[in-house]
Structure formats: C-alpha cells, structure tokens
C-alpha cells in the first residue's frame, strides 16, 4: 500500500524582494499509513515549511517547488492547483496548529464549525448527531457546540479544532506544535487524547515540534531536520537513544537542561545558519564538533548509523 | 541574618474588569530572593508568578503588601530615590525584540544604560558586548536588534541589564524564545554573571526542568498562592504538594542519549 504522505528530495525556495532562502533542501520523508511520525527542529529548520507543504499551503507568490515531489496516497500533487489542493484539504489531510483562536472562526458558534466541516465531508449524515459525537470524541461537553471560540480556554479550543478537523475523517492529521501554547498539564491532556483519538480511528499522524519530549512520547518514527535539510531519521528509540548525527546528539544533551559535572549547561556554540547564505556543505559545519574538511563541500547521501541504533542520517563522519 | 536583596511581604493584587467577577492574581504571598541567590518562581499560564514579578520591579502597585529591596521599602521612596534604588533591581524579559527600542543600536542601547562620565562608551559598552558573547564587542556596536539572531537579542538585552551593575535581576521567561540548542549559552552566561558578581536572580518560568537545574531555591505557584517552596533540586524531583506533583509528572521525560561524548 502507497503510504499517506511522501516527500520525495523536495526542494522549496521562498524569493522576495531578491533574497532567496532553502526552507527545504533535498527533504525525503515518509509517513505510512497509520503511523505516528515526528518532526523536530528549532526555528528556521523548515519543519513548518514541510507542515504547510503537506496542504498546499506555502504562499504561491513567494513559494517555489524547485525539483522533488510531494505525494499524498501515491497521488503526484506537487504541481496541483488551488483547486485541486481544496479537494485534499481536510479529507485525506488535515492540520491542527498552534493556535487554534486563528483558525476558528471568532463569530461563528463551534457546534456550526464542525458541522460544516462535517457537511463538507460526509454530505449524508446526520449533522447534528454527528457534531455532537465529535464533541464527544474530544471530551468536550456538549455545550461547547453553543460557545464562541473566545469563550472557550486554550485547551477546548485546540479540542474545538481538533474536532474541526476530525469532521472531515482525514486519514492524515498533521499537528504543527499543537500543545506549545498551552500549559504542561493541559498539554498533557492534549497529547493523551491525540494517542487515543489515533488508535481509535486508525489515522496517521505528523507531529510537528521543537520540544523533543512531546515527539518522544507521541511518535514511533522521528525525523530530525536541521536548516531546511532533514539529517536523521529512524525509530524514536534509536534517534533518541543513541543519537548518531551531532546535531541530534547536541540539541538531546540540551533538552535535558541538566548540568554537567562542571556545573555547565549543554549547549551547541554558534547560532542557526540563514538560510539565504548557505554554502553546499552541510549546514551545521560551523557548529559541529566533528566538523572534517568534506562537510564544507557537499552534504552526504543518507546512509545507515555507524555504532548506534538501525537510524539512518546524513553526516560524513558516518560514511 | 543578612537583610535579603528582595522581601516580597503579603502581596495582594486583584484586577476587575466590568461586567465580571475580580480576579485574585496574588493572594497575600509572601517571598524572599537572598543576596546572590537563585529563586525559580514556576507556575502555569495564570498562576499569577508574572504578576508577582512586575509587582517586584515596581511596574504595577500591589493592592497592600510591601516590595521591601535592600532594606528600603519602594512605596516609601520619593520619585528620586525610587528610580535610584530600582538601578539595583534589573529586568530581562521574554522578547528581547520587544523590549529593545528598535530605532536604537547597540550601542545607543548600551549608552541609554551605562553611568556617564566613566570613560568611553563605546569601550565600556564593547566590553559588555563581548561579556554576554557578542564578540568582538566593537563590531555590534552598529547593529540594530533586528540585524542579529534572538539569541543574541536575549545576550543584548542582559549587557545592557548588566550595565547598571544590578545586584538582582528578574527574569521573566527569558528562554521561552531561545531554541533549544542555544538555550545552554544564555544559561551558562547567566551562572557566569552570579559567580562574577554576586548577582541574585528571581526566574519566573513555567519550564521545570530548567527551574530544577538552574535555581538554588523554587516557589510553586497555583491561583495566586505559593502552593510549596523549598530546595529547587528536592521539591521539583520529589515534591510534596499535590499540584507540584501533578505539574512535575506533566513534563514528558526525554532519557538522557548515549554516547553523548562528543561534546563537552
């Protein structure tokens, strides 16, 4: 079976006002059916790229697919229009984001919301009992249907949303940093109810976001990118546990925000590249503390992990 | 005992908005930040710990209670004397973007905060730069915020809280934006500075593990009230109140990677 989602070497540029930068640079990425993908990275790796990228989101005027595919169930949508996108929209593939109060309509009651996303899907059910088993399925009362978004708390509307997008029974449901506006106990809530919801309809999921911890406990497959390229990618046990490239290796010694036996905090030195200055090396040369004098030249094709997990990654000091 | 740098003594403050009930944001909590000492002040979204905070630097009144620095209670000071003893009292905020003056450079940044008349500006405040990182210093003088990496937005933001030479310096989420990989640079640069100069720090953050790790001390907050406080290191590993516990077990735990020996 053709998986959900396939990115396929992409390559997207954004160009204005005469600057061009890599948000993705010869990105492969698969999510198979049913399957719990992460995607970590700091700001500027191009994860939210690859988000939007998976709905035909990226801005058109600004936005170009350079070379690489983009495949959606084995379909080639790479070059669709806005129209044919609209039909992928929401059923196979829908996204829940950060914040959900800019994505709900602020003068529309919930209960309306996910009945037209419902109508829009499955024209011959029942709405109203359909609405009120996706508020269910949320563990939102049935109340909330006769809220407005404002007068929900950040935790129901990301529920709200969710169910939104549930209405259109994507088989897909891509997540970019659903929980980080939310507090760690209702972020906790959020994150048992997208496990739960994932099991009970067998959907696949891409979960984007910088907090390796939430990716951890979520995923069963992790994709690391760094500066628009992604650099490892394997089973959450291997890629978390035994890290092979240094820039996972450097960013998990971060996240655990424990000192040393000198008392220091793990660090990378330096700061992200731009992505409109990048060279053909790999991108975290400048940081990396394995840096040899072929990173500067090119970036290496994927290739297993040397002494760690069955992970694979891109870093010359594993060919 | 030493008198503290900062005695936060029964703050209230509730705010009211027409047509609802007051909200009770500090309800008579009571906290004090020794001389060079570490306070994490955790809690989630609407605990109340930032209200707490902008009590403590002055920038809002608390409804009764007294803000007691070095000895002096700010209520009391006249408009001078005020302004004299907050020099001592520094802030660092989350977005350093929007709390540097964007129309400004670094170095009329850096020249807004230094004493006058205490040799060149320029020197004084290049050595500053090159303190937080920003090195050479000379070379950032120049730039305006929006020409460097948040990174070293944040690095800005705190030499120019260093130069008034602060004896406590209160930072609200100052990490909240930093990715993680450069999170370890601001927090050794922040435990430099203590060693160096003796500074106190009252963190208010909602992050535990970097509370745990980087705080002598921790207070706990919920609805307005200090729920537990204690040891950072005892109550953030094994707390005792019920809500600390939850906000603890909340935290996806990442074990720590094998083989890590590549860095430092």
């Not at chain 2, 720090?201 to 907050?221: C, G, K």
Request: net charge neutral; proline share 6%; aromatic share 4%.
């Amino acid at each position: 079976m053709a998986p959900i989602l396939e990115f396929d070497a992409l390559r997207l540029a954004y160009r204005a006002r005469g600057t061009v930068a890599y948000a993705m640079n010869d990105v492969s990425l698969v999510v198979g059916e049913g399957e719990a993908v992460g995607l970590v990275g700091e700001s500027g790796s191009g994860k939210s790229t690859l988000a939007r990228a998976t709905l035909g989101l990226t801005p058109r005027r600004i936005a170009t697919i350079e070379s690489g595919r983009i495949l959606i169930g084995g379909t080639d949508v790479t070059r669709f229009s806005e129209d044919q996108w609209q039909a992928m929209r929401g059923n196979p593939v829908a996204m829940v984001f950060q914040d959900p109060l800019s994505y709900l309509n602020p003068v529309m009651r919930v209960g309306k919301q996910i009945a037209e996303s419902v109508r829009a899907h499955a024209p011959g059910l029942a709405v109203a009992t359909r609405v009120v088993e996706l508020l269910s399925l949320v563990k939102l009362p049935a109340a909330a249907a006769d809220a407005y978004p404002h007068e929900l708390s950040g935790g129901m509307r990301q529920r709200a949303l969710l169910a939104v997008a549930l209405g259109c029974e994507p088989k897909l449901l891509v997540a970019d940093e659903p929980t980080t506006a939310l507090d760690v106990t209702t972020q906790a809530e959020i994150l048992a109810l997208i496990r739960e919801l994932r099991e009970r309809l067998g959907m696949a999921l891409l979960l984007i976001s910088h907090d390796l911890g939430i990716v951890a406990s979520a995923c069963d497959r992790i994709y690391v990118m760094y500066a628009g390229h992604t650099v490892e990618w394997g089973a959450t046990a291997d890629v978390f546990q035994r890290p092979a490239h240094p820039y996972t290796v450097g960013l998990l010694k971060a996240a655990q925000a424990a000192r040393n036996s000198e008392g220091r905090f793990a660090t990378i030195s330096g700061d992200p590249p731009n992505l409109s200055e990048l060279s053909p090396g790999c991108p975290f040369t400048p940081r990396c503390p394995q840096a040899r004098a072929e990173c500067r030249e090119s970036m290496p094709a994927p290739s297993p992990a040397r002494n760690a997990g069955a992970q694979t990654l891109r870093c010359w000091a594993h060919r | 005992m030493a008198e503290p740098i900062l005695r936060l003594e029964n703050i209230s403050k509730s705010f009211r908005r027409p047509g609802h009930a007051p909200v009770q944001a500090v309800d008579n909590v009571s906290l004090e930040v020794g001389r060079g000492e570490t306070v994490a002040l955790v809690g989630e979204s609407g605990s109340g710990k930032s209200t707490l905070g902008r009590i403590a630097l002055g920038l809002l009144a608390p409804d009764s209670g007294r803000v007691v620095l070095e000895g002096k209670v700010l209520r009391e000071l006249s408009a001078s004397e005020l302004r004299q003893a907050r020099i001592a009292m520094q802030p660092i905020f989350q977005d350093a973007s929007s709390s540097l003056n964007p129309r400004r450079s670094a170095r009329e940044l850096m020249a807004q905060a230094l004493p006058e008349a205490k040799g060149s500006v320029d020197e004084q405040a290049a050595r500053l730069l090159d303190r937080v990182g920003l090195s050479p210093g000379r070379d950032y003088l120049a730039r305006f915020p929006h020409e460097i990496s948040g990174g070293q937005r944040q690095r800005l933001a705190i030499a120019r809280a260093l130069a008034m030479n602060p004896k406590l310096i209160i930072a609200d989420e100052p990490l909240s934006g930093a990715d993680v990989s450069i999170r370890g640079q601001v927090l050794n640069l922040l435990l430099d500075i203590k060693e160096e100069r003796g500074v106190a720090y009252l963190m208010i953050t909602h992050d535990i593990s970097i509370a745990r790790h980087f705080a002598d001390r921790v207070a706990v907050m919920q609805r307005g009230v200090i729920v537990e406080t204690g040891p950072a290191a005892q109550v953030l590993t094994s707390p005792s109140h019920p809500y600390t516990r939850e906000l603890v077990a909340a935290v996806p735990v990442l074990a720590a990677p094998e083989a890590a020996s590549i860095y430092r």
